[in-house]
Nanobody, 120 residues
Framework: QVQLVESGGGLVQPGGSLRLSCAAS????????MGWYRQALGKQRELVAT???????NYVDSVKGRFTISRDNPKKAVYLQMDNLKPEDTAVYYC??????????????WGQGTQVTVSS
């Protein structure tokens, strides 16, 4: 089985920074795209940022210039550095990965979510 375990959420004041981490474990042959999504209370889950195995990156417009996604392929990990945080960034953040297992079939997995609260 494949697991994604997130860490790094918490409470921060506006303008502050947080770094989220997500590590994949289990029977993994390869990982294609990894990413971060978020879901604010009463809203739909939205894409925040994605990064392919080759390093191609995509951000939602609202975080461009403030968030940085990166990954460490040997560690099967993805990170989200969040700077200049705003109250509207408050949400549960979910890690996402398209994993290829030893049957060569890709499947999408999600982490359990980590709460990020931006408030003074």
């Amino acid at each position: 089985q494949v697991q994604l375990v997130e860490s790094g959420g918490g409470l921060v004041q506006p303008g502050g920074s947080l770094r989220l981490s997500c590590a994949a474990s289990g029977s993994i042959l390869a990982i294609n795209t990894m990413g971060w999504y978020r879901q604010a209370l009463g809203k739909q889950r939205e894409l925040v940022a994605t990064i392919t195995s080759g390093g191609r990156i995509n951000y939602v417009d609202s975080v461009k210039g403030r968030f940085t996604i990166s990954r460490d392929n040997p560690k099967k990990a993805v990170y989200l550095q969040m700077d200049n945080l705003k109250p509207e960034d408050t949400a549960v953040y979910y890690c996402n990965a398209e994993v290829v297992k030893h049957d060569y079939r890709p499947s999408v997995y999600w982490g359990q979510g980590t709460q990020v609260t931006v408030s003074s």
